[in-house]
């Protein structure tokens, strides 16, 4: 690193938290307020102008477009002859809310992340707040860097050492099909139902039940309303032993 840069670190106030950062990372931060804002979950999030609320969920668009073209180039390069279902059902698998969720907590996430925890608990298994923070801080990396250095980045840095993609091949990830398509062939009904939260939850929070046959198999809670199906659907799968 260049003598500017170690000292410039030495002298920032926020060196711990640069430091944390490069840890992580692997490089140096350029503008920090992106990587603060790339970690601050809607439940903290900070009002500006306007009433507009500051939060990562801008970031999280973003970093999910180009996490999204990063591992579309990689599988099409690693499988040259496989076709366009292939690869795009091995995307969905990288990109699942379940495997981000995985990575965010090994690479220490749920460190940095500021969030609401009266309301949400970001290791309990129905949270996606981790993995949406992966996406946010891809975001951010793109707009601090370029998406050549996101894309080497997220090549050298999170899939090789952390991502088995051979493995992924015959992983299951799609639980909310799989739930379907066992419900078909053993001629049941399933639905999917939104319900009202309890009192004292937090009112953007989702919760879905699944139900099969009228019967209610499990639910999950998310402050996305999809991701809180998938979870459901995760879940009522291990229920069923399916």
């Known amino acids: 690193m260049p003598f500017s840069k170690i000292y410039k670190l030495h002298l920032s106030p926020e060196r711990k938290y640069i430091k944390a950062l490069k840890n992580i990372l692997g490089f140096v931060p350029g503008n920090l307020a992106l990587y603060r804002l790339a970690f601050r979950h809607k439940s903290k999030s900070v009002t500006i102008k306007k009433g507009t609320k500051s939060s990562n969920e801008r970031l999280e668009f973003l970093g999910d477009a180009i996490l999204g073209a990063v591992i579309a180039e990689i599988l099409f390069k690693m499988y040259p002859y496989k076709e366009e279902g292939f690869l795009t059902e091995m995307r969905s698998k990288i990109v699942s809310r379940v495997n981000l969720n995985q990575l965010a907590k090994k690479l220490g996430f749920d460190k940095l992340i500021e969030f609401d925890n009266r309301t949400i608990n970001i290791t309990a298994k129905h949270s996606s707040v981790l993995g949406d923070a992966f996406e946010s801080l891809v975001g951010a990396v793109y707009l601090d860097k370029g998406y050549n250095f996101t894309k080497n980045f997220l090549a050298q840095r999170i899939v090789k050492p952390h991502i088995d993609i051979l493995m992924l091949e015959h992983t299951?990830?799609?639980?909310?099909?799989?739930?379907?398509?066992?419900?078909?062939?053993?001629?049941?009904?399933?639905?999917?139902?939104?319900?009202?939260?309890?009192?004292?939850?937090?009112?953007?929070l989702f919760t879905v039940q699944v139900l099969v046959d009228g019967q209610i198999i499990t639910q999950a809670l998310d402050f996305n309303k999809k991701n809180a199906e998938k979870l459901a659907a995760e879940k009522a799968c291990t229920q069923l032993a399916i």
Do not use: M, P, R
């Not at 066992?182 to 999917?192: D, R």
């Open 172 to 204: 299951e990830t799609n639980f909310k099909s799989k739930l379907i398509e066992w419900c078909q062939q053993h001629g049941k009904e399933i639905a999917f139902e939104l319900i009202t939260n309890a009192e004292g939850e937090h009112d953007k």
